[in-house]
RNA sequence: GGGCGACUAGCUCAGUUGGAUAGAGCAUCACAUCGACACUGUGAAGGUCAUAGGUUCGAAUCCUAUGUCGCCCACCA
């Protein structure tokens, strides 16, 4: 046996990887096939929707750590005779998508709008269809057991199909409507966002107290309010003050002058006033402000609004500054309201500025009509799931975190500014603009309608530029894979088993493909929702671009081997513990790898030509029995549990002790002095059974040791569908 | 402001329903030196389990406060 090399080489876990491939076992129907022909029981099949990656790039440790356990998972039920299917598929993430597409071709040379909305989304979707290849590849190197002939692209016209049939239920049921509310507007993004799309982050700027005087001289000098953006003054509709405030009480009803922009505004009482802060009066300025909004509606106020998409100065303004940047409107302003001698100071403070999740940019809140989903009906069924147990969160901190969630749940914004997605199937009758002045306008009669509709509806309807929000389309990820992909799929495999993802998407994706789970099928789309921790950087920030703290998933790989990197994975990423990436803790796995195929090949290289026939034949008697074939036992069944209650890390931690302390450095020691055939026999038993157990979790070792079992008749067939009941 | 979670060895974390001397990996130290593996073996050191009370025969574990640190949600002008 003296060919089989010193030390593992994770270079052969690309061979084992096409070898699983050829046979076939990825697909369900394949091990349906196998179980019949070996006639052993044809469980239930076990399912999951695998989360796709973005198709613009390269994946992340955070994509990988998901799929060692979804794989792990998938070989576990896949050698116990459930026909297992995992999906795989590739999201389009439109807006990151389409910054990167847009950068790419700018590159060229090459602008967005020179080329037209069908060419941009043809480049575009074929730049993903190649990039995606790329993802694939990575994914295979995890040794993700995926069925790849089911592969899904979210765009896919397909998937596309049922993404529209959810939105003309919903649109019939008048679950989503068009509405004019604040919404969360991104001018780098040029497109709205939902509020979840947006974070939140400390960032230094200016209160600045400014005096805005009475229309009748007689009151005094004037009432100062402060405000942080100066700039919004321009659309203020308003001031507020606190209807129990002493100062101001007798104020309410007059009329107040904002300055520069001469308007005469109503000062008003409402609850929300701070009494405390920036000297008790506030501006209201419902064009661009949440909560501006609000009181403007609870009081009637009118919507003015002057700053555009682009984040310039608009509207009835002085021209002075109509078309100004926000930021040079404000310092402008400042200077001008002093030399007025309007401007009783300026404080320089750090707030919560909200900004947008994708490119920092700080948002523009702003009033406009877009489509919005009545989340509440859908949250209030998903609630009812959870408190029934339909559905599970794992850790129990995260299903807190997803039902208050779900308790506080705001209308869903799901039109996009953007090219790149699936564009909302709607027309409007007389076109868009008109529709949205009906909107504005209810009580005048207009001939103008939206109406659902894929094709033209005939002349005279303008098509809808907007696209879906991503999370709309892969909200619907597990049921429109399987509705689509071969018949009869959805009947048979949905719902599927869990849905594991990182901690960073619970609300953005399993709240969501739950809500429309239920809507769409009546069936909640997964029973267990498994939330894995966050891969961090080794300092234990976060790993960003901007950073440049990467680590790619594949350079850890390259170094050592994807089972190394897997079993890393399974011991650190729980849920509610952050995760930085530990390199020295990688490297200790590989040299438990390493230490399994060391351990093989000692009791390979000590079968020699004369005692491989009389190792066969007590193979053959199969009937191994005594301390250690008990103990090996026990050490199955307990792996086993640790899988099936989710307890990966004790799995993995039991599967180190037991092959390495018990296994190498009792049993193999000790057969070392009574290297019998009989001894080696028991070895090469053992280690067999105990393959078995370890290949869902380090699949390529296992197999690669198991195919040298092979080579010398001491096995048969591949480790991935070997069955739990034989040796 | 609301919610969730964490605090255990130098570091990253385990520790199931409360039960004997609190564990692992990595790092450290000593010894062994190529005989499956130096990607090794044997052994050692290292902890008032954040703090203070309480429940209990018994608490890292349950309860109550306090402190520190994360994360998420939220409209503080």
Known sequence: MKEIPK???????????????????????????????????????????????????????????????????????????????????????GIQTETVFVKILREKGNEKKDLGREKFYKQCYEFCINAAENARNEEKRTGLSADWNREFFTLDPKLTSTVYSTFEKMFKEKLVYRGKRIINFCTNCSTALADIDTTHEHRRGIFAYIRYPFVDKKLGKGI?????????????????????????????????????????IPIIADRSVDMELGGGAVKVTPAHSPIDFEIGLKHNLEVLNVIDEKGLMTGPIPKKYVGMETIACSKELVKDLDEMGLLEKIEKIDHEVVICERCDTAIQPMVSYQWFV????????????????????????????????????????????????????????????????????????????????????????????????????????????LQNGKTGDFEKYYPTDVMIHGRDILFWWSARMIMLGLYRTGNTPFSKVFVTGMILAPDGSKMSKSRDNTVSPQSIIEKYGADALRLWYYTDSLAGANAP?????????????????????????????????????????????????????????????????????????????????????????????????????????ILKRTLKTMHPFIPFITESVWQELVKLSLAEEMLIIRQKEVV
């Open 7 to 93: 030390a593992y080489d994770s270079v052969l876990e690309k061979n084992i990887y096409e070898k699983w491939e050829k046979s076939g076992y990825f697909s369900p129907e394949k091990v349906e096939e196998y179980l019949n022909e070996k006639n052993f029981e044809i469980k239930k099949p076990f399912v999951i929707s695998l989360p796709p990656p973005n198709a613009n790039g390269v994946l992340h440790l955070g994509n990988t750590c998901g799929y060692s356990f979804h794989d792990l998972l998938g070989r576990f039920y896949r050698m116990r005779g459930y026909p297992t299917l995992l999906l795989p598929g590739k999201d389009h993430a």
């Open 224 to 264: 100062v309010v402060a405000t942080t953006r100066p700039e919004t003054m321009l659309g203020d509709t308003a001031v507020a003050v606190h209807p129990d405030d002493k100062r101001y009480k007798k104020f309410v009803g007059e009329k107040i002058l904002i300055p520069i922009a001469n308007r005469e």
């Open 374 to 481: 009545d989340t509440k009906p859908l949250a209030k069924k998903a609630l009812s799931i959870l408190e029934k147990k339909e559905t599970e969160v794992l850790p129990r901190g995260q299903m807190k975190s997803l039902q208050n969630f779900y308790e506080q749940i705001e209308p869903w914004c799901i039109s996009r500014q953007l090219w790149w997605g699936h564009r909302i199937p709607i027309w409007y009758k007389g076109g868009k603009k008109k529709y949205d002045e009906s909107l504005e306008n209810p009580e005048q009669k207009v001939e103008t309608e939206a109406i659902f509709s894929i094709e033209s509806p005939g002349e005279g309807y303008e098509q809808e530029t907007d696209v879906f929000d991503t999370w709309f389309s892969s909200g619907q990820w597990p049921f429109s894979t």
């Open 581 to 685: 990436l530990r390199e020295e803790k990688i490297k200790g796995n590989r040299f438990f790898v390493n230490k399994i195929w060391n351990a093989s090949r000692f009791v390979l290289m000590n079968i020699d030509d004369k005692s491989i026939d009389e190792v066969k034949k007590y193979l053959g008697k199969n009937n191994f029995e005594g301390e250690w074939v008990k103990h090996t036992k026990e050490f199955e069944k307990e792996i086993e549990n640790y899988v099936l209650d989710y307890k990966f890390h004790l799995a993995a931690e039991r599967i180190r002790e037991f092959f390495w302390h018990i296994f190498c450095d009792e049993w193999i020691e000790k057969v070392k002095k009574d290297a019998t055939s009989e001894n080696l026999a028991l070895l090469v038993y």
